[in-house]
């Protein structure tokens, strides 16, 4: 058992055209980068994105989209980026928007193996159309079904060899969810820490999900909005 | 003659009550974290996994892997926590979050709301904004009375992609304080200068107006 | 907002006859001590407990069980308990038995907000009689309903002021499930630390899930199992 | 002349692959853990809420905080983690797990497996059995081919309150090793110096025997 890589280009080397990967992240934050830049030299295309968001013009999953590499992107915001929207106008790009937690709740079914959800998010809305819909408790909820991935790419603060993982601040947000999804879950991160280095109790992903781990490079962690106080 | 964005987000703060959790949505709602009154303790939840949201940083001390759920950079307090998205959402489902404040393109006067789509223009997506609507005992829209074409916002259908149905409570204008009752918009007060006859004009949706209507008090 | 109270009998004032509980807890590992010892003081009755096992004869639930203070158990498994075996079989207590990971994810269910969850646990036993079934992918389903309970009472290993709450090793088990399900959570912790005292990091219970909090007293951890292997 | 429960144990451990992650019921399965054979790395998942279960602590380091799903105190090894019950069964409800071992009063000849009442006796309920034999891939059963009256325990149909239904793969008894198919219990090997008659005897349910049957290896 060794879940270990050298790098991103081996992480991902066996994810080929017309697969459908998840990618953690809420906009740049906690996106897989190297992972993402190994996508973008292999050159896969066709590929169905499972992302909160498609990140901007010059990175994240906008590199892919730079590439022409995505076929349909599934996600709840995809705002901030223009080559996006042209793809999108013009037909070359598929989109599917999912309200967000949702998107979470179906990323965590498929971890739990639960086949399917209810949620209120969406009853009596476009959303809800050609879905089933319940009342319980005199309230509507839609089912959604579990995501089905071939691949996660998650992003994470500390891993062992093991395959555990332990998300950082903000940063965690959908890749535990994605970590646990995934059939084939490849997580980077940013310290890969030697066998039982890890405590136990702050493991946020046991390493039975991840099946191969690497430290990532030179991380850029670009800022979206970056909002500051003066000294006080 | 109606009031400020600042304005309307100060008002807002006066339903604040100590010990609630709220979920502050972008735009006029974000900006009722400056006016929390001396005393009411509130925890502030950004769903993209954070309780306890502190102010921004101070310039230099940006972390790049703390942001609310507008992207922006902010801090922690004592007492906060992280969380992942699906227990975000878990949370705000099960009803933890006491008030959920967010801006709207309509309300009906049954409560529902349109805030995420526009036929015609490019949409970006509905983020987090159906599960909120579709979950939060409390809401409360923050939003300008009419629109930029001066177009009553206040409806009796919305005309609108709906983002949720029957869930708005309240909602909270720059020229009236409104609630959503089963027979209709209800006028609870007036922006300071505004008249009755004001709001009148500029809601679309059946208004109710019982006895006198106060000024909004700020203090 | 105050969640902080002196001890367990003024964290549980509010219990009265004929609620429905959840008490946290695998066997005796990780039970609220403190919170079972205050309601056999205060005595009241017709409780429906909602607990993976029922203690032992003079521990755990097994105190409750001797001041007949129980009227149903809603359990995966009661083994362990010559008096709780003689009430049900004098039908003086009702029992209810659930698979373990039902009886899990039933909980996860209500702090989750979702009214029902599907599971393959029981389906084509008895545990399926009158349940709705539902094939997803080749394969049965049970349609389970989230529990509502008025009262969780669990047990964590750190606490702090605004209710967040942090396990230990297996003594996690149904703790912060039964933390998130509750609608009104009592948690009793056996150090409570100042207000900030937690890297929130490492929080498994956010506070907004926890309405009361207390520093326990004079835990006993009785191990039920005392399994040991020789110095090698 | 059939196999100790320790040796049945030992069989089974031959089962096991590099990488395993498994799930060992109380009992014979427990005993599994004392012979993984060297150079095959395997993390014991406990449904308490532990991954990577070490062996019993050395005495005076109990710690009651720290126990398996028997209820029996453990240890942890490097790289271990912790988690609540929900996650546990989400992991074998997503067929996370490789290998489910565990005991049975009865199985069936369709892979049907009885193993958590019995009519008229005090039932102490299914524990985690039911959401083991209805989730995991890959199950193999412990036990003895007979219970104390000499009677078989491999059926055409339980007649004990189910488990779990058509989930059961392998079967390992004292005196014998068989696979469930679609057309019956399929002999793989006997336990040393036991004749096939008397696995066909001892055996209730429909019996494949094909070609020679190769006795059980230990080592």
């Known amino acids: ?232 | 003659m109606g009031l400020t964005k600042e304005q309307i987000a100060q008002r807002i703060a006066k339903e604040l009550k100590d010990g609630y959790y709220v979920n502050l949505g972008i735009g006029i709602p974000t900006l009722v974290a400056n006016y929390i009154p001396e005393g009411v303790n509130v925890v502030l939840q950004s769903e993209n996994g954070l309780l306890g949201m502190g102010p921004f940083p101070i310039e230099g001390h940006e972390d790049a892997d703390l942001i609310n759920a507008g992207k922006q950079t902010i801090t922690t307090l004592h007492g906060s926590s992280f969380f992942d998205s699906a227990m975000s959402f878990g949370m705000i489902r099960a009803g933890k979050v006491d008030l959920t404040v967010l801006g709207a393109m309509e309300v009906s006067e049954q409560g529902d709301i349109a805030n995420w789509k526009i036929p015609g223009k490019m949409v970006k997506g509905m983020g987090g904004a159906m599960d909120l609507v579709a979950s939060a005992k409390n809401i409360i829209v923050a939003m300008m009375h009419t629109n930029p074409k001066g177009a009553s916002k206040l409806l009796p259908e919305c005309t609108l992609p709906l983002t949720g149905v029957k869930c708005i409570k309240k909602i909270v204008t720059d020229i009236a304080v409104l609630d959503v009752t089963p027979d209709g918009f209800q006028l609870l007060e007036r922006a300071p200068g505004v008249s009755v006859e004001e709001i009148k004009e500029k809601t679309s949706g059946k208004l109710i107006v019982e006895g006198d209507i106060p000024e909004m008090q700020f203090n």
């Open chain 1, 1 to 232: 058992m060794n879940k270990v890589v050298d790098n991103a280009d081996n992480a991902i080397h066996d994810i080929t055209d017309g697969v459908i990967l998840m990618l953690g992240g809420f906009g740049l934050c906690g996106i897989p980068e190297n992972s993402i830049a190994a996508l973008v030299k292999k050159g896969v295309k066709n590929l169905t994105c499972i992302s909160n968001n498609a990140g901007v013009d010059d990175f994240g999953i906008g590199l892919m989209l730079q590439q022409k590499q995505v076929k349909k992107m599934i996600s709840s915001y995809v705002g901030e980026n223009a080559e996006f929207e042209r793809q999108l106008l013009s037909g070359e790009l598929e989109v599917e928007l999912i309200p967000q937690g949702t998107l979470a709740t179906r990323c965590m079914a498929a971890g739990y193996g639960m086949p399917a959800i209810f949620t209120p998010a969406g009853a009596g809305t476009e959303v809800a159309a050609g879905k089933e819909v319940r009342n319980f408790n005199g309230k509507d909820y839609l089912l959604e079904y579990a995501f089905d991935a071939d691949f996660a790419l998650v992003k994470a603060w500390k891993g062992d060899p093991d395959g555990n993982l332990i998300f950082k601040a903000t940063a965690r947000n959908f890749n535990p969810l994605m970590a646990m999804a995934g059939k084939i879950t490849i997580a980077e991160v940013e310290e890969l820490v030697p066998k039982g280095g890890l405590d136990p109790n702050e493991i946020h992903v046991p390493g039975i999900y991840v099946h191969r781990i690497f430290e990532g490079k030179n991380y850029e962690k670009r800022i979206e909005q970056r909002t500051v106080r003066k000294k006080e």
